[in-house]
């Protein structure tokens, strides 16, 4: 049996609206925090990009937007929050190859 050593890294992101580690081997952003809350998802390249312009044609709603944590627990971003979230993703949408 042979045993070989594979080296994962991860980059911290710390943003203003989120944080977590992007995995440059699975090409994933796991999600450690959303405006202070922790939770624990996985966005890959694909919902990374459906997420990123759903926020960018919805950024100019006066009454902001509700995205949920583990499928219940709305937390409400104003308009605000939405251009920061939309700017830490600008940031990370680098990092997905």
């Known amino acids: 049996m042979a045993v070989r050593k594979v080296e994962v890294i991860f980059i911290h992101i710390q943003g203003s609206i989120i944080s977590g580690e992007f995995d440059e081997k699975s ?3 796991y999600i450690q925090q959303v405006k202070g809350f922790e939770t624990g998802s996985v966005l890959t390249k694909n919902q ?3 997420l990123y312009h ?5 950024e100019n709603q006066r009454d ?3 995205i949920t944590l583990y ?5 409400l971003l104003s308009q605000l929050q939405i251009k920061q ?3 830490d993703l600008k940031k990370l ?3 997905y190859e």
């Open 27 to 29: 090409n994933e952003f």
């Open 48 to 50: 990374f990009s459906k």
């Open 54 to 58: 759903y926020l960018k044609a919805h």
């Open 64 to 66: 902001g937007q509700i």
């Open 71 to 75: 499928d219940q627990m709305p937390v």
């Open 85 to 87: 979230l939309l700017h």
């Open 93 to 95: 949408e680098m990092m």
